[in-house]
C-alpha cells in the first residue's frame, strides 16, 4: 500500500525530551556531515558539482498544546511551528547540487 502523505524525505519523528530520540537525530546529523565530507572531497578537483544532503527538521504541535492556539487562528495558513512550540519534530533530508568552482 502506497501512503501519498508520507514524503520520500521523511525520516522518523523524533520527541525533544527523549535522550534516546535526540541521539538518534545527532546520529543522522553526524552521517549525513561525513556523507557530504566525502562527496565534496570526490569532486573537488572535478568539474562535477557535488550532490549534497542536507536535515530539516518541522514541528509538529501534538495534543494539548498549549501554544496550539496561535497556530489555529481563522484565515493564518502557517505550516511552519516554530521548534520551541513543537512537542514533536519530524526530521526530513533533502538533496541539493553545489558546485566548488
Request: charged share 25%; net charge positive; aromatic share 8%.
Amino acid at each position: 500500500m502506497n501512503n501519498k502523505r508520507i514524503s520520500e524525505k521523511y525520516v522518523m519523528t523524533v520527541n525533544p525530551l527523549c535522550a534516546d530520540d535526540m541521539f538518534r537525530l545527532d546520529l543522522v546529523r553526524k552521517t549525513i556531515a561525513n556523507a557530504n565530507n566525502c562527496e565534496k572531497d570526490r569532486v573537488r578537483h572535478s568539474l562535477q558539482s557535488a550532490n549534497l544532503l542536507r536535515v530539516q527538521l518541522r514541528g509538529r504541535l501534538g495534543k494539548n498544546n498549549p501554544t496550539a492556539a496561535q497556530y489555529r487562528k481563522p484565515g493564518l495558513l502557517n505550516s511552519y511551528i516554530r521548534l520551541a512550540d513543537a512537542a514533536r519534530y519530524d526530521v526530513y533530508v533533502y538533496s541539493s547540487s553545489k558546485s566548488f568552482k
